[in-house]
Structure formats: C-alpha cells, structure tokens
C-alpha cells in the first residue's frame, strides 16, 4: 500500500461541491474517501480521476443519518488508510417550500438528512480524529436572507452551525478545529433544480462579484480550513459567496 501522509473524509462527494472538495484535498495530497447515497457511477468517477492524477481515492456508499452507515465509513477509512485527518460534512439536501401543514414530510427530510445525518458525522469525527484533526460542516449563506420559501432548509442549517460551535467547545484541549462553510448560491444540481433562468440570473447577480459561485470557489475554503494555514481558525462559520450579503 502506498505511504498514506493524511487522509479526508467528504461526504456527499459523488457531484457537486463535495466532488470539487474531494478532488482539491486529492491535490493537497490527501488520501480521500468519496462519500455518497445512490449514484455510484459518479463516486467511481471521482475516485478514478483521483487515481489517474496519482491520488489515492476510495468511494463508500452509505447514508449519512444511518448511524451504521456511518459507522461503516469511518471504519472503511481506518481499514483502507490507517489514520484519518480531516472530515468534510458535506452531504445535504433542499426543497425550497413555504412553512405549511402539508410541507411537514420535507421538513422531516431535510431535518433527518442535514442535522442528524451532520450530527452523526461529527460526532463519529470527534470519536475517531486526533491531534490536528479538522472538521468541517457545509451550512449556507441564505440563512441570512430569510427567504421565502428556504424555511426547513434554513431551519436544518442554523442547526449545522449550532452543532459546529458546540462542538468546538466540546473538543476544548484536544487541537481539533470545528467549523462551517457557508456558501452563497454555487452552480450544482441542488442550487438549479426546480429554479426558472429568471430565478438563476436574478440570484447570480446579487453578489457584488455577479456570478454563481462554483464548487471550487467552495472547496477552496475548505482547503484552507483543513490545511497547514487553516489551524488557528475555530468555530467560525466561514461565509463563501462572492459578497452575497
Ligand atoms: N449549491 C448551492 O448553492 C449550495 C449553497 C449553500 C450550501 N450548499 C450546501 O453544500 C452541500 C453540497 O451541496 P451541492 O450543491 O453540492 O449538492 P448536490 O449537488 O445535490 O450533491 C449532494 C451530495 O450529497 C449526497 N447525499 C445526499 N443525501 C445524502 C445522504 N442522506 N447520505 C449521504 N449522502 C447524501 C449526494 O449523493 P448521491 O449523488 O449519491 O445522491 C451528493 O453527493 C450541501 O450541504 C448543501 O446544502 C449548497
């Protein structure tokens, strides 16, 4: 087995962001492993790109709010690498629905996926990393907006940063930094499902920058929070998204 220096968990890293971030600490030399739900063929394909640029990469299958699911991926990491460094709680969900009786189902998901499914991966992240270890959750910048419409999905990321800050503070002696990256709207499948070109445009203008965020523009952050410049920097919601106030 090749000499393994650190290693990171991302989940949620078969598309999207957590794809990006995978593929960025690949490249700052950490042995990564692709966490995801159902899409396989997509985890397969951010390992193989991993490998082909000389990286170390395995995918693991598994639900984030399933307490064995996400005790397997953790012990899959140890098995396969022999340490871990840095955990990327990234795997959410949103359904953007206005605060109705009928809209309780959504709620439930996007509770159970985003804070119990963070909540578990933190906590397994605390169990399992050492000195030096880093934990980032992925919360949003919307949270600020109060928008129409975001209330579950805001409701389930005020809870992210809760869980990072009270975390921090549970770590107390151990040098382990707990944070949050808030990104601002970024150009992925979760950001432009069920959104009209005139939601799109309107929504990518409102930075000062005048674009949609991309997913490296996001795992650059996280970069930095899990690298050798990132340790003094503790529970703190780092807000990600071109000046999107
Ligand atoms: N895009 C934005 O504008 C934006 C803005 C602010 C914050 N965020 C946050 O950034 C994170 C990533 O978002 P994204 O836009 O990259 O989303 P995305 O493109 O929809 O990708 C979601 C990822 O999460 C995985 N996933 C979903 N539910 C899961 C579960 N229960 N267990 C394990 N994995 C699960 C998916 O796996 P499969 O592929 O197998 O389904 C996929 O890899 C999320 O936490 C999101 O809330 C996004």
């Known amino acids: 087995m090749k000499n393994i220096s650190k290693a ?5 890293a078969s598309r999207g962001i957590g794809r990006e971030i995978a ?11 692709i966490g995801y739900a159902s899409n396989q063929v997509q985890a397969d394909a951010v390992v193989a790109e991993i490998i082909a640029k000389g990286g170390t990469a395995i995918a693991i299958k ?6 064995d699911d996400v005790s397997k991926l953790f012990s899959s990491v140890q098995d396969a690498f022999g340490r871990l460094d840095a955990v990327v709680s990234n795997a959410g969900i949103m ?3 206005p605060i109705k009786v009928d809209n309780a189902e959504k709620l439930d998901q996007m509770l159970r996926t985003n804070v119990r499914g963070t909540f578990l991966v933190l906590a397994k992240a605390a169990e399992v990393l050492g000195d030096g270890g880093r934990i980032v959750a992925l919360s949003t910048s ?13 409701a389930s990321k005020s809870a992210v940063e809760s869980l990072v800050h009270v975390l921090a503070n549970e770590l107390r002696g151990r040098n382990i930094t707990v ?8 150009a992925t499948e979760l950001f432009f499902n069920g959104k009209t070109e005139e939601q799109i445009m309107m929504l990518a203008k409102m930075p000062p920058m005048e674009r949609l965020g991309q997913p ?15 340790g003094w920097v503790n529970s703190q919601v780092v807000r990600v998204n071109g000046g999107f106030a």
């Open 179 to 186: 944070n949050a990256v808030a990104p601002g709207p970024v």
């Open 62 to 67: 598994g639900n984030v709010a399933d307490v």
């Open 23 to 33: 593929l960025r600490l690949a490249s700052d030399g950490f042995a990564v492993a």
């Open 216 to 230: 490296l523009d996001i795992a650059n952050a996280v970069s930095f929070l899990v690298g050798k410049d990132g």
């Open 142 to 154: 919307v949270i600020a907006k109060a928008t129409p419409g975001y209330g579950p999905y805001i």
């Open 95 to 97: 359904s953007l629905v």
């Open 8 to 12: 990171a968990i991302v989940t949620g």
